[in-house]
């Protein structure tokens, strides 16, 4: 009998819902056009992940505005409605910060695409959110400029998933990260406002909420147009592939080569194992005998080039390289390049399903980092391959796995987890450039104590008190982290009396 | 020592009296007028960690910003955002927290694009820590970068972790005779060309840059650009007098209006007063009586202005803010700086 008024209490439930939706989406047809509202499942079937495809959840609805003001009317429905919206962009994110929200409505910018300006005498750009990030630079090219930070997946990423990410790519030691490239966000926020933070001076009156806006993963406003900084594109660029017999030594090399002074334009290494998975993909001319390989880029004028280079080589071999070619062409310079830059396809090549990490560590903790990763593919009977962006310390452990063998996949989050609890120990960070998303969400625990994470909490009342964009995300609640059992402790010393509430 | 010290700041803290935070005062005439006691942080000081491989130096608040940059020079490093030093005894934290940015910012970067992380005291005497130490970090929101020029009113910055660059090799700088129009014209231009142009100053119709990176690059561009060649030493005190004010053109009591425009923006309508121009175009200080009515025109070029340094600071210091925006300006101060206690009024009245 209390079995039988459960399952009446679930359909009455469930009628409720269904009844409420077709409020919600009666609501939303009245501003936005056909084509840009989505609830039957069959369609909001290609929603439920974004480029993490372990976590996938089913939206309510899925809206793509094609206009701000249509973003301006959805935010104002779904906040009366207490509906929350989790945005979305290309979907090439690797963090599930695009996971949709069972209860809520995935807000995609798809459609608002367009570049609107671009002042190559200012050498800046104004674009729609959903304005890819390698067609920036494209229609910056006849001008001599581009968009300088490029994310692997620029082909496919958007404007606004980079500044919800704070994207960077493997020029960022040189040029900076999305932060550093973009002048101005205008966006809608919950309530309904359109705010700017930035402008298209070089800095904006007041808090910088901008600094703020960027790398926020959709938590604090919708994007709806973005200026971009565009820099001149260097006169040339050449690149040196270094081979090592082993890591430990390329580590190395890449401290020395910042200890000489130089910034290079690029600095990335791959291990054995990324080695042996990419070459027979690209034939890129990789070293298959070397323990680690380095890329190492300069740009600039022809005579900056060829001084740099020189400098490049004589740290490298003074640094235990046991080969060294420089790219002589251009076309040669992209084919050294493409094997980096096809480290994640050829994972998915040489294994069913691979799961990438992205934290951060100090440079002069690689060799420990490494270690320990060995010895954590034997404790999780899993293989791993290692890209790194070495410049700027930030590791792409790709740990390959199969989901279809039972257990694999909670082992390999596993290993991971352990990889990013080591990345905060070695004085790095859970996430370089990913994100935290609803994946790395239980690992900000590691790094953050209550009450930082308070902090942050408040930074997003401040604007959205509801708590309405894309909730659940990048911060734990201080709850989620007392159930995961971890709480980050500065200095070996309890300093939160108040954490038995929990 | 330093434990105790935080101890006597957060005693202060806790007092929830209003504080004005203060390391050696020489940005005491900026921003607007507060009130409270003194906190004095450069008992609070020191380098903490300095990892020349690493390109991160942290150091407490009250380091003098001279002695950061000694040590960062004798390993061949500096900090290329350059904050000004309007006095000797400038730190660390007031450099941070007031976020002003030297000569080579519109190519290098401003304080908050080299800001890693910090460790800040809040209004109710908590250590928080944002950020860290390495050049790539997303995780949580950009909190360090927040305080990059909040002017002390969300937290005493403790500490702070910024990200260094290898002294160029080469340097070199070149006068050009031109007046405002055609100088701004000249930058906008070399500033589409892959030049090592790092900073820029006009001023009276006398155009300066300075050229700075690889030895063979800065020699080409030498010749490619023409101009006079400046010798070494007097280029030298140039940039560092342009970076401390220490100029003829910022003497005197006159009031300092500071003008930040998009560089392609025509010479302001203000033409007989004096200007100088930095940045490429993008920073331009203007000395002269100006009615609250600058900070409109500043705005309808897509710009702000800000009373920099004397006039009467009744009418405002900084350009008002859009409404939902001040209103995220109030929620932020009060989840900080819940009983009032840090800078009152030094950024905007109500807070």
């Known amino acids: 009998m209390r079995q039988h008024s459960a399952e009446a209490a679930q359909d009455f439930s469930s009628v409720d819902r269904t009844v409420l939706v077709a409020a919600l989406v009666a609501e939303l047809a009245k501003v936005l056009p056909a084509a840009g509202l989505l609830h039957v499942k069959e369609d909001l079937k290609p929603y439920e992940c974004d480029g993490l495809s372990a976590y996938r959840e089913l939206p309510l609805a899925v809206l793509l505005p094609e206009t701000e003001a249509q973003v301006v009317a959805v935010m104002k429905i ?17 963090s599930a910060g695009a996971l949709p929200h069972c209860d809520g409505v995935v807000l995609s910018l798809a459609k608002m695409k367009r570049i609107l300006h671009i002042d190559p005498v200012a050498r800046v750009a104004v674009v729609q959110p959903g304005v890819r990030n390698l067609s920036v630079s494209e229609a910056a090219a006849p001008f001599g400029l581009y968009y300088a930070p490029d994310p692997s997946s620029q082909i496919a990423c958007t404007i606004g998933g980079n500044v919800a990410e704070n994207s960077g790519g493997v020029h960022c030691l040189k040029y900076g990260l999305t932060v550093h490239n973009v002048l101005r966000v205008r966006a809608v926020t919950m309530a309904g406002d359109i705010v700017e933070f930035g402008n298209h001076a070089l800095d904006a009156p007041g808090y910088d909420l901008l600094a703020l806006a960027i790398g926020s993963e959709g938590l604090l406003a919708i994007t709806t147009e973005v200026t971009v900084k565009l820099v001149p594109r260097p006169e040339l660029a050449q690149v040196i592939m270094a081979s090592f017999d082993d890591v430990t030594k390329a580590g190395e090399a890449v401290a020395a080569v910042i200890g000489a002074g130089i910034i290079p334009a690029g600095l990335e290494m791959m291990d054995k194992p990324a080695i042996a998975a990419v070459e027979p993909f690209v034939k890129a001319g990789y070293d298959l005998n070397a323990a680690a390989i380095l890329l190492c880029e300069s740009d600039g004028t022809a005579e900056e080039v060829a001084e740099e280079i020189a400098r490049m080589k004589a740290v490298l071999e003074a640094s235990g390289a046991t080969g060294l070619r420089v790219s002589q062409s251009e076309a040669e310079r992209l084919r050294f390049w493409a094997g980096r830059k096809a480290a994640f396809p050829a994972a998915g090549r040489v294994s069913a399903d691979y799961y990438c990490m992205d934290g951060t560590i100090p440079r002069r903790r690689l060799g420990e980092m490494l270690t320990a990763i060995t010895a ?52 790095g960070t859970i996430t370089g450039e990913h994100g935290v998303g609803f994946e790395k969400i239980n690992s900000m625990c590691d790094q953050f104590g209550a009450d930082e994470l308070r902090a942050f909490h408040a930074v997003k009342r401040a604007f959205d008190p509801e708590g309405l964009l894309n909730p659940e995300k990048a911060i734990p609640t201080l709850h989620r982290c007392a159930e995961f059992g971890r709480m980050h402790v500065h200095g070996g010393q309890i300093k939160f009396p108040d954490l038995e509430r929990f | 020592m330093s434990d105790r010290t935080q101890d006597d700041f957060r005693d202060r803290i806790l007092a929830r009296k209003p504080l004005r935070l203060r390391g050696g005062g020489s940005k005491d005439f900026y921003g607007g007028i507060i009130v409270g006691d003194v906190l004095d942080t450069r008992a ?22 001279a002695e950061l940059e000694a040590a960062l020079a004798q390993r061949g490093q500096f900090l290329a955002c350059e904050p000004p030093r309007f006095a000797p005894g400038t730190t660390v934290g007031g450099a941070v927290a007031s976020g002003l940015s030297g000569s080579r910012r519109a190519t290098a970067g401003s304080v908050r694009d080299f800001v890693l992380g910090v460790k800040v005291m809040d209004g109710e005497g908590r250590v928080l820590n944002f950020g860290g130490q390495v050049m790539k970090n997303v995780a949580g929101f950009d909190v360090s970068r927040l305080m990059v020029g909040s002017l002390g009113t969300l937290g005493l910055i403790l500490e702070v972790s910024l990200k260094v660059l290898p002294l160029p090799q080469g340097d070199a700088s070149l006068c050009f005779d031109m007046p405002q129009d055609k100088a701004l014209a000249a930058l906008n231009h070399w500033g589409g060309q892959p030049l090592p142009l790092v900073a820029s100053c006009w001023t009276q119709d006398v155009l300066t840059l300075r050229l700075s990176g690889a030895c063979a690059a800065v020699a080409s561009a030498c010749a490619k650009l023409g101009g006079e060649r400046l010798d070494a030493t007097v280029a030298g005190d140039f940039w560092t007098a342009l970076r401390d004010q220490s100029l003829e053109f910022f003497a005197g009591e006159t009031p300092l209006w500071r003008f930040s425009v998009p560089s392609v923006v025509p010479p302001l309508a203000l033409p007989d007063l004096p200007q100088l121009i930095e940045w490429g175009g993008a920073q331009r200080w203007v000395r002269g009586e100006l009615p609250a009515a600058a900070f409109a025109l500043a705005a309808k070029v897509d710009g702000h202005a800000t009373l920099f340094r004397g006039g009467d600071k009744a009418n405002g210091v900084f350009a008002p803010l859009q409404a939902p925006l001040l209103e995220v300006h109030r929620r932020l101060k009060q989840s900080f700086d819940p009983y009032g206690v840090f800078n009152p009024g030094r950024l905007y009245p109500a807070f």
């Open chain 1, 78 to 94: 779904c906040r009366a409605a207490g509906v929350p919206i989790v945005p979305r962009g290309a979907g090439t994110g690797l």
């Open chain 1, 376 to 427: 954590m593919e034997k404790k999780y009977g899993l293989r791993c391959m290692n890209v790194f962006h070495a410049g700027d310390g930030n590791l792409h452990p790709l740990i390959l796995y199969d989901a279809n063998v039972p257990g694999e996949l909670q082992r390999t989050e596993a290993f991971g987890a352990e990889i990013l609890k080591l990345s905060v120990d070695l004085g």
């Open chain 2, 44 to 65: 609070y000081r020191g380098i903490v960690s300095y990892e020349p491989t690493e390109l991160v130096v942290t150091a407490r608040c009250g380091t003098p910003l």
